[in-house]
């Protein structure tokens, strides 16, 4: 048990996450998802708290169906583990699929997130785009950790089967590059998107860069984007959530 325990508290850590290749995925709903992906499974730890709601139980009969051992522990040794106020009973200590870049395709969508710093919005902005078909969300410098706790939570564990590329703009350049795939970029100066069909049709392929919270798009980033759109919205609020500006871009420039 206290070896498992000390591995959770430790991947707390950024560096730990990125020298292990774990992550953790805390709560009923997020662990559905590590198992529905097959994602290789370091350990399990429960408290009574899982075993006592239905849907608990039957993430516990999951696990044992598939060998996976689970530690058994009291509450008070599970919240000293865990990341929430308000522990689920379960935390599952697995292993980070391999980032992996999508190939070339019709229809190709691909999120770029540049400096986005709150966890709720990052995962937020991945499990949106896990669902409206996007093809993978880059992580550029500046952005939190897609591995962070609270962020898997709040993706609901989208990305155990979304792939999510933590990268520089660099490397992103040599990727899209060869393939001539546009960059556009979300600000508020730019273009409404409800004006886009008219201003010009949208590429078949894209990838969308959504910017930090308060700064917006970097000036690397900005510089790059072939085009800047934005939603047009009243006078009663000064900006969107991140997230939430993800997910009608993403619908609006949907191939």
Do not use: Y
């Not at 049709?201 to 930090?212: E, F, I, S």
């Amino acid at each position: 048990m206290g070896k498992l325990v000390t591995l959770a508290r430790d991947l707390r850590r950024r560096k730990a996450r990125e020298r292990d290749g774990l992550f953790v995925a805390e709560g009923v709903r997020v662990a559905e998802e590590v198992l529905r992906a097959g994602l290789h499974v370091e350990g399990v730890l429960a408290s009574p708290t899982l075993d006592g709601a239905p849907r608990g139980r039957e993430l516990s009969s999951a696990f044992a169906a598939r060998g996976i051992a689970v530690t058994d522990v009291s509450d008070r040794e599970f919240a000293s583990a865990a990341d929430t106020e308000s522990p689920q009973g379960v935390l599952v200590v697995a292993r980070q699929p391999e980032a992996r870049w999508p190939a070339a395709a019709d229809g190709l969508r691909v999120l770029v997130l540049d400096g986005v710093q709150d966890p709720g919005n990052v995962g937020a902005a991945i499990r949106t785009a896990a669902a409206l078909g996007v093809a993978a969300t880059v992580a550029l410098p500046g952005t939190v950790d897609p591995w962070n706790a609270k962020v898997v939570r709040a993706a609901v564990g989208a990305q155990c089967h979304h792939p999510v590329v933590s990268t520089t703009l660099d490397e992103f350049d040599a990727w899209r590059g060869p393939m001539g795939l546009p960059l556009w970029g979300a600000d508020h100066r730019g273009a409404s998107i409800a004006a886009v069909p008219a201003a010009g049709p949208v590429p078949r392929a894209l990838a969308l860069a959504v910017g930090n919270e308060g700064a917006g798009l970097g000036d690397a980033v900005r510089a790059r984007c072939a085009r800047l759109v934005a939603i047009p919205i009243t006078g009663a609020v000064e900006s969107l959530n991140v997230g939430v500006a993800t997910g009608i871009l993403l619908w609006a420039l949907r191939p």
